[in-house]
């Protein structure tokens, strides 16, 4: 998903770990698009944390009526230095982009693009879609690979069975099952389902920050209450998130996860580089129409064209610094 802000933040974001305990990260709408715009709900990147182990951008979005609100219609828009994870509940959308891959997303099935270097894509809701409901998540790739190949990994992980709970792993190690997607630094990525009253003690790597993400239901991590599509952060050192879906219905949540990345990054619209010339210069391409990002053939419309940059340079916000 594009990020189609007319006046998007400008961000350096450094890598930093927290403290062991829950620290909640409130969600803040954006809209994406016209007068008809799907409205998302942003808990990455914000002043209060910028990233989770690599984790650099998550969108929640739904459950929307597409006959009311129009559904996703994002037009061909370009990326760098970063991969996108799509995760659907309800809905579908017609992914294409210019490695050539046409592509539909549905719900439990993972679909994982790389930018690196450079790549363009669209996004479409399908016209069978009735309720569109799902996560939009951005992973920042380190230095070493921020120039990799453009890439399309999909992945259908099966139903594993936990005390109270059914965990879904399309990224990483979690609950004794393993995601076969390549990444290009430790990650983990889950949805979880919690039946009503159940409480999940889940084993995870100390050497790992976390986060939560509640879609439907109110939770509790570590004792914290977290609803209304809150994220709850948990810094290094964790070896067991403690989990109680305190609700009458069924709960489920996004479970991130990855080391610290240890990186400074400068994020601006869809571009993730190291300073402000490289942005700078990754928007004069796009607006060029530079094969650093190729093209997409089959969408029926124009290309998004970037928005102006922010007077002055890209200024740095970050994590907080270490407790």
Do not use: K
């Amino acid at each position: 998903m594009s990020n189609v802000e007319t006046h998007p933040s400008e961000l350096i974001c450094e890598s930093t770990s927290g403290a062991a305990a829950v620290e909640v990260l409130a969600p803040r709408d954006v809209p994406l698009g016209g007068p008809r715009a799907m409205t998302v709900r942003r808990t990455l990147p914000q002043r209060q944390r910028s990233l989770i182990g690599a984790w650099c951008f998550a969108d929640h979005y739904g459950p929307d009526d597409v006959s009311v609100t129009g559904g996703m219609d994002v037009a061909p828009h370009p990326h760098t230095g970063l991969q996108t994870a799509s995760w659907l509940f309800s809905g579908e959308i017609e992914h294409r982009d210019s490695l050539g891959v046409h592509a539909l997303v549905r719900p439990g099935e993972l679909n994982l693009m790389t930018a690196g270097h450079g790549i363009c894509h669209s996004e479409v809701s399908t016209p069978g879609t009735t309720v569109l409901h799902g996560v939009q998540l951005w992973i920042a790739l380190p230095d070493a690979h921020r120039d990799a190949p453009r890439d399309f990994q999909h992945h259908v992980p099966e139903a594993v069975a936990l005390d109270g709970a059914t965990a879904r792993v399309f990224l990483g190690t979690v609950a004794g099952a393993t995601s076969p997607v390549r990444t290009f630094t430790p990650l983990l990525g889950a949805e979880l389902v919690l039946d009503p009253g159940a409480r999940l003690a889940l084993d995870v790597d100390p050497a790992f920050e976390h986060g939560v993400l509640v879609d439907v239901g109110a939770v509790e991590l570590g004792g914290t209450p977290l609803t209304g599509g809150a994220l709850g952060y948990v810094g290094l050192g964790a070896t067991t998130l403690h989990l109680v879906n305190t609700g009458a219905a069924a709960a489920r949540v996004v479970l991130l996860g990855g080391e610290p990345l240890g990186e400074d990054l400068v994020m601006w619209w869809n571009f993730v580089g190291r300073s402000h010339e490289e942005v700078a210069l990754f928007r004069e391409q796009w607006q060029a129409g530079s094969e650093r990002f190729g093209r997409v053939e089959g969408y029926p419309g124009d290309r998004l064209p970037a928005p102006p940059l922010p007077g002055g340079r890209l200024r740095p916000r970050g994590n907080p610094p270490r407790g």
